[in-house]
């Protein structure tokens, strides 16, 4: 990253004077740091970055969980080979991380996903994690929970299809270690190094197996590259497996088309949601193929 955009003071969060020695001593002013992301919503955590670095400040006690588990995660990972990013310094009780900031190359072709699958193989063959800090447990008021509904409803998101795909996948085999959250945007790509750093750990723990993969498929922006990789999904997997990757490449894709559009106008993505939608006849053929259609 190159040298960053000065945002008005009162934009941008203060920046404990702890991690400020941290970036002094790596030769960087905590104030020359650009925020990432959107200015002016509230989230848990806020990132900073500038000069190789990424400051995440946590903003609520949920920040700080946050904060906590990608430490956690991060230190489990490479201590078993897992590419990830380097943290340099953290706050102990969550406040804050400073870590190695990783300009990723576009995600696609042989070799990325190459070393992603192996990525995802070696995070499932990996001992299991000790335990870490408690994961935070979000769950919507209920008149938000009812303004989703509306948004699913007008989106138009195939209600009965996403309820029974969704049983379907609720007695599948789950695995002791996952990701949980691997796809492009954490599973960066290195071309200079020649490999992935796979980054955001904060739902590491057990998920359904296959689940990593098929979570990097339904969000992968190329369609010839979520070919291939099912082809190697599928390759690797025992023919009588099948038909469980097909349920649950379903519903992930019906579950990632419900992200996008129950999500508030204001955090709503067109590009993100355009891609949820062009995924389903993918995910509908892979299910239909295989024997898991849930209707």
């Known amino acids: 990253m190159t040298q960053s955009v000065r945002f008005p003071a009162e934009l941008v969060p203060a920046v404990p004077d702890a991690a400020r020695a941290v970036l002094a001593d790596h030769g960087v002013d905590a104030d020359t740091l650009l925020v990432l992301g959107k200015l002016g919503l509230r989230r848990p955590v806020t990132r900073l970055g500038g000069w190789g670095l990424v400051l995440e400040v946590a903003q609520s006690d949920a920040g700080r969980i946050r904060i906590e588990r990608e430490l956690w995660g991060r230190t489990w990972a490479t201590r078993h080979g897992i590419p990830?990013?380097?943290?340099h310094a953290a706050d102990p009780d969550g406040g804050w991380m400073v870590s190695e900031w990783v300009e990723p190359g576009a995600p696609g072709g042989s070799s990325y996903l190459d070393h992603?699958?192996?990525?995802?193989?070696?995070?499932?063959?990996?001992?299991v994690p000790p335990?870490?800090?408690?994961a935070s447990v979000w769950r919507s008021a209920r008149h938000a929970a009812a303004a989703r509904t509306v948004r699913a409803i007008a989106g138009r998101m195939p209600m009965q299809l996403w309820w029974a795909a969704r049983t379907a996948v609720q007695a599948l085999p789950q695995v002791p270690v996952a990701h949980g959250d691997f796809y492009h945007r954490n599973v960066l790509w290195r071309p200079d190094a020649g490999q992935v750093c796979v980054v955001d750990w904060e739902y590491l723990g057990i998920g359904p197996r296959h689940g990593d993969l098929l979570r990097l498929w339904t969000i992968l922006p190329a369609r010839a590259d979520r070919d291939a990789l099912l082809?190697?999904?599928?390759?690797?997997?025992p023919s009588a497996q099948h038909r469980e990757v097909a349920a649950l490449g379903l519903w992930l894709a019906l579950r990632l088309l419900g992200e996008n559009i129950k999500a508030a106008r204001r955090d709503r993505n067109a590009a993100d949601v355009a891609h949820a939608r062009s995924i389903q006849p993918e995910a509908r053929a892979l299910a239909k193929a295989h024997g898991a259609w849930p209707l």
């Not at 082809?231 to 690797?236: D, F, M, P, Q, T």
Request: net charge neutral.
């Open 84 to 87: 990830t990013a380097t943290v």
């Open 116 to 127: 992603a699958v192996a990525a995802a193989v070696a995070i499932a063959h990996a001992p």
């Open 131 to 134: 335990p870490g800090p408690p």
């Open 231 to 237: 082809e190697r999904i599928l390759a690797a997997t």
